[in-house]
């Protein structure tokens, strides 16, 4: 791949005027447009279709150059690599000296670089670190200096001391499977704390959404955080903070980035925890993907003063309104029994079931109902199977 020639402002128009195009279809209309080869126009639109939603910043930059598709999904969102700055921001008093380990497609390294003076960028991919050196310098990042290097090398080499070093290891097996373990994972960073830790007094250790948050603190030392982030409903990553020497438990804090909520609790909280399951009243609870991940099921009870319905329905309910809540609230407007007549009063509604013996395709099987409108069909099990139709107040 040509960065240089991909960046230049006859095949950026090119690409820019036809974003909207099958790429597809372009790689078949010829082997070359205008003498680059059609598959590297075609690999840019497609990237571009998903910086468009993923990376905004970057799809509005005439310029930019992408990475293969592998590489760019892995990468983090501009939302997320945002919120992770935010944080910096608060948690590091100095900010002079920064490192990203694994810099990658390098959207991590752009949006934390502005906090600090000087930052290193070690990658062992030679192609994604000219690719991400071009896309910084036409950003404005001009304080990160690149390494062509792993982990393991830079580290022996570098005799720096960061106020910060990130890393987020690759998930992917030598048989590019998908792990999410950090001991199955590249690098494993559980076998290389001392070696970090001589170089810093603070990690930011990314990881996959899939992975179980108590195992992660067990594999790694002096996690003193957790945070797990979400946007548009979907988790997309957990991220661990690790203060050299911290000994005492990690808080766990949920964050849904668009809507601003957030949550914090701790697991020996959520375990001393006592709550009673209750029959359904006016006001249906559900709290926010993030929550869920995290397993705070009882913390979220407690602290705001609402009962689960039942142990493994993870709703909540209560007369009162409680309009602060972490997630979706709904009113209930009546009971109904799910079956063919429903449909008549009911044609339309969002189906959503939680802990209930159909599926949302069965449901509407059997109710006749169709996706869409304002109303919501609830489904879910308390101390007897519920079939409520209600409106969404938050």
Not at 55 to 81: D, F, W
Not at 183 to 201: A, K, Q, W
Request: charged share 25%.
């Amino acid at each position: 791949m040509n960065i240089a020639r991909l960046a230049e402002q006859d095949i950026q128009d090119f690409i820019f005027e036809h974003e909207k195009e099958d790429e597809d279809k372009l790689v078949l209309k010829g082997k070359e447009i205008l003498g680059v080869p059609s598959a590297w126009i075609a690999s840019q639109i497609k990237a571009r279709k998903k910086a468009s939603y993923k990376i905004p910043s970057y799809y509005r930059t005439k310029g930019i150059v992408y990475p293969p598709s592998l590489n760019l999904e892995q990468s983090s969102s501009e939302a997320t690599a945002r919120f992770k700055a935010q944080i910096v921001s608060k948690w590091i008093s100095a900010n002079k000296k920064f490192c990203d380990l694994t810099g990658g497609f390098g959207i991590d390294s752009f949006f934390l670089s502005s906090l600090f003076e000087y930052c290193d960028f070690s990658e062992p991919q030679k192609d994604l670190i000219a690719i991400a050196h071009h896309n910084h310098v036409l950003l404005g990042a001009t304080n990160i200096h690149y390494h062509n290097k792993d982990v393991f090398e830079f580290l022996t080499d570098s005799g720096k001391h960061y106020d910060l070093i990130y890393l987020d290891p690759s998930r992917r097996s030598a048989g590019q499977k998908k792990v999410f373990r950090f001991g199955d994972c590249v690098p494993d960073v559980t076998n290389i704390h001392g070696e970090l830790y001589s170089h810093t007094d603070r990690l930011m250790i990314k990881a996959s959404p899939l992975l179980d948050i108590q195992q992660g603190i067990k594999d790694l030392q002096c996690v003193s955080r957790v945070l797990v982030l979400s946007v548009d409903k979907e988790c997309k990553e957990l991220v661990f903070l690790c203060d050299m020497g911290s000994s005492g438990e990690p808080t766990i804090e949920c964050y849904d980035i668009g809507s601003n909520e957030t949550f914090s609790f701790k697991f020996s909280e959520e375990r001393a925890a006592v709550v009673q399951n209750s029959i359904p009243f006016d006001h249906i609870y559900e709290p926010n993907v993030s929550i869920m991940k995290a397993g705070a099921f009882k913390s979220i009870a407690t602290a705001y003063h609402i009962d689960p319905i039942h142990a493994n329905t993870h709703l909540y309910t209560t007369d009162e309104l409680i309009e602060d809540f972490p997630g979706r609230i709904f009113e209930i407007i009546e009971y109904v029994k799910p079956d063919k007549k429903l449909s008549e009063k009911y044609p339309k509604a969002n189906i959503v079931l939680r802990n209930y013996p159909l599926s949302v395709d069965e449901m509407k099987k059997k109710t006749g109902i169709q996706d869409g409108g304002d109303i919501y069909l609830l489904g879910f099990t308390g101390a007897e199977k519920y079939t409520v139709i209600a409106k969404r107040v938050k």
